[in-house]
């Protein structure tokens, strides 16, 4: 598979392992040893070299393995992926956005032509070498936004903006946690959130939609979301939930730290050009325990995250009825020392 990614499994036989350098750089979501949910939104800037905010998108070791596991979904259901008939233009303008990103942030692996709309985009570690006219549909193998996002690691949904509302009616959506396009699509913003507790009784959606109707052109923001998953599942979906719902039941004490995964999303808001729709890019990163807590300070704040949060959020985040065991062996990690404020290590 090449020396800069990583060959493995999110099934199966789950061979999927974060190297040193992946763990040094996790997205660690929690900037104090408490939570609550939160808008939390900051401008989507470039961060420090080789942290996940170097660049617009995030290209890391697991990048051919996640399109692969991409694939497989969308063979086993099509429904993944997603688009009305009008968000075709945002398709596109999704489709140059990627593009051109991949290609001036990682020259050796992407390259992208253009002479007039005739393109020549190349993806070197996926084999891909497509010859296309922007904005003909007919001169590639799939709709655009479905092109463009079996090579792009995450999730990604298309807001049409009217009405004073944001309405999700377009996506590739197969590393989801617990949510489904399938049923989403069409939604208005409050609709397609309504299962999150707690968060509408403090405003939080509202002032979350607020903020997002006046996203300008060229100032995307970021934000954090985070849940647990048993094993190191990309596709925790509705429509999956026999294969992995079970798994909940299945952790021990002894296998903690080897299976439970934190699941950390970075979630991007990106206004589009021609179309004025928004783009959501859900970034799913995945972490072992016994790997996270190889750092001292995620180790003692996750510790206190999960012990002291809300009954409601716990449910809600997926580990209630395992959080007995995990802060039993998160405790073990945490000499009650303090913590400094913020995501970074110490």
Sequence with gaps: MGKDF??????????????????????????????MYSVNMEPHVAGPKGSVFEHMFDVDEHYVSEMRDRAMVLAEDPLRCQSLPHMELAGWDLLELIMENFAKDYP???????????????????????????????????????YITRQAQGDWTLQDQRDDDLWMEAGM???????????????????????????????????????????????????????????PLLDTSPETYPVWGPTRASLTPDTVGARMHLRVELQTLIRLPRS???????????????????????????HRVVRDIPDALAAYKGFLRNRDMMTGYLAQFDDGAATTCGFGKD
């Design 6 to 35: 990583n060959d493995e499994t999110f099934r199966g036989d789950f061979t999927f392992r974060n190297s040193p350098a992946a763990i040094a750089r996790f997205p660690f979501p929690f900037p104090e040893d408490s939570y």
């Design 108 to 146: 050796q692996w992407f390259v992208l032509t253009k002479d007039g709309d005739r393109w020549h985009w190349v993806n070197r570690p996926l084999n891909i070498d497509q010859t296309f006219t922007f904005l003909d549909a007919s001169t590639l193998p799939y709709g655009p936004m479905e």
């Design 173 to 231: 959506v197969t590393t989801q946690a617990d949510w489904s396009l399938d049923f989403d699509i069409g939604m208005r913003f409050h609709e397609w959130h309504a299962p999150v507790p707690m968060a509408h009784e403090i405003g939080v959606f509202d002032r979350a939609l607020k903020f997002l109707l006046n996203l300008q052109l060229g100032a995307p923001v970021r934000r954090f979301n985070w849940t647990m998953t048993v094993d």
């Design 276 to 302: 004025n729709a928004m783009v959501f890019p859900i970034r799913c990163y995945l972490i072992r325990f016994d790997e996270l807590v190889l750092v001292p300070k995620w180790a003692r704040r996750l």
